[in-house]
């Protein structure tokens, strides 16, 4: 028998058993901390979410102070400083819509994070620039990148994994106007490089946990437990890591640097797909998610979890 073979799952299957002993009381440690559950939310989008960051006002974004003197030295040439209503000013994401369709796009914004016009707008002038309608901007062409980018190639190279919907502002937000962040997530190059030491392997196994809490999944939705490094040929697992690899530029890429990471939990929150998607297009009305063919999205591993014999 090689030794050396075995060794490689031995090891992670002693981690990932250590892994199941500490995340525990880690969570419940946190749970003890400062960071308390937000709820009290109206809106019926929202699902409540761990408030981990300081104030929106400290961060130099949030509800706009109504009452600030507007500096058009700051602005570009598309913003007038005589704002009239009725008309489309400093559009340059949603040049698509008419003044009433984005009147709409605007209203399903405030429905998903639940929040008002001010939020954003100084509302004496609405195509004036804020750091916050600046942020929102790119939050949309993220938005749009995440669809086209990424889940749309994979409904296209999985349909049997596929769902109903797409991504949309209210699948983080949940009528929130900060993402759920709960555990964490690594960068997606410890994923993937194989000669881990053994730090970045713990990193690898905290991060596992994370994503199956997230969706609410066991390792076997995702991995072959006879060999968790070479047979990653599941559909499953082929998602995750592009899935992985989105969240990775998502949080280096779009997000500005003083605002906490997304992770699965962001859009998944619990379930094998996200729920609160939305039609997509023009019409981005939240939808419920709808497996294509549920059987698949079944957890194959969830009755020996359960210690239930099919």
Known sequence: MN?????????????????????????????????????????????????????????????????APMDFSTQNANVPKTYVPGKLYNVQVLKQYSYATLLNQMNYYTQSLGVQCTYCHNVANFAYDTPTKKISRTMQIMSNQVASGWIDPVKKDYPNYSVSGAVGCVTCHRGAPRMAVKWNIVPVAYLDYKAKT????????????????????????CHNTADFVSLQYYPTNKIAHRMWAMVDKINHQYLPANVKAVTCYTCHQGAKWPQALVTAGLDQTPVEAHASHPAVHENPGAHLASGVAH
Request: net charge positive; aromatic share 6%; hydrophobic share 40%.
């Open 3 to 67: 030794i050396k073979r075995l060794l490689g799952p031995l090891v992670i299957v002693c981690t990932l058993a250590l892994a199941g002993v500490a995340q525990p009381l880690l969570d419940t440690a946190r749970a003890a901390g400062p960071e308390k559950p937000v709820t009290g939310n109206n809106s019926p989008l929202g699902v409540g979410h761990f408030d981990r960051n300081p104030a929106d006002a400290e961060k130099g974004y949030g509800p706009v102070d109504q009452a």
């Open 198 to 221: 053994t730090k970045q392997a713990g990193y690898v196994v905290n991060s596992m946990y994370s994503a199956s809490k997230s969706l609410g999944v066991n390792c076997l939705f």
